[in-house]
């Protein structure tokens, strides 16, 4: 079993659709949880932290659920400029080592 | 604010050579810094990572080896480089440990093709 699971997709959206993203983990000691988006032959870029609480930031809301060891993210009104692959990735350890999901690939269509 | 550099962008290299990749970063102290490859449509995985001068961690038995020869400088080498060492490779740091969350941000990377 994969540490860190998502949906490969890929998904193709048009513009202003929501399109929701899943992942889960199989260590629950895991510690911290991130979104991250990869843009094509680029480094992967943060989108942002989720906390236990569920955040929200501009169109993006992420939510965790530790019981069941996932993770969510729902992005609204997706742009052309979303189009991307979105990295589920879960840190664990003294130096906060990231394990990351193999990603789902994201276009938005016009 | 801070900065991470990778140098070079990109490097052909012949099977059995050596190679050294360097990345450093500006703008803080005492980071955590990481190296990941990316092999060709797979994930990222973690390689090596340092909390401190000197202080290596590995993750993946290879023939890679990693170095901290100052506090903001983070070096990748090889003795002798195989077909499956080409790949993308990315440096990261993180604020030392401070709580749960420590983001990690990405360098530019170096892509590298062994033949």
């Known amino acids: 079993r994969k540490e860190v699971e998502q949906d490969p997709g890929p998904f193709n959206v048009p513009e202003g659709a929501t399109v929701a993203f899943n992942c889960t983990y199989s260590?629950?000691?895991?510690?911290?949880f991130f979104w991250y988006r990869q843009d094509c032959r680029k480094e992967p870029k943060l989108l942002m932290s989720?906390?236990?609480s569920g955040n929200e930031d501009g169109r993006f809301t992420a939510q965790l659920n530790r019981a069941s060891q996932y993770i969510s993210l729902l992005i609204r009104d997706s742009k052309l400029s979303d189009s991307a692959t979105y990295l589920c990735?879960?840190?664990?350890?003294?130096?906060?080592?990231?394990?990351f999901g193999s990603g789902t690939q994201l276009t938005v269509l016009p | 604010s801070q900065t991470i550099h990778q140098w070079p962008a990109t490097l052909v290299q012949p099977v059995g050579s050596p190679l050294s990749l360097e990345c450093t970063v500006e703008?803080?102290?005492?980071?955590?810094l990481y190296w990941y490859r990316q092999a060709a449509g797979r994930g990222l995985q973690l390689l090596f990572y340092s909390v401190g001068i000197g202080q290596i961690s590995s993750e993946v038995p290879q023939n890679l080896s990693a170095s901290r020869p100052q506090d903001r400088q983070f070096i990748l080498s090889s003795k002798k480089l195989l077909l499956s060492d080409s790949g993308f490779y990315l440096c990261?740091?993180?604020?030392?440990?401070?709580?749960?969350?420590?983001?990690?941000?990405f360098g530019p990377g170096t892509r590298l093709t062994v033949l």
């Open positions: 990735v879960v840190g664990l350890g003294f130096a906060r080592q990231l394990t």
């Open positions: 260590n629950s000691a895991s510690q911290s």
């Open positions: 989720v906390y236990s």
């Open positions: 703008g803080t102290s005492n980071p955590n």
């Open positions: 990261a740091w993180s604020t030392p440990y401070s709580g749960s969350y420590n983001e990690q941000f």
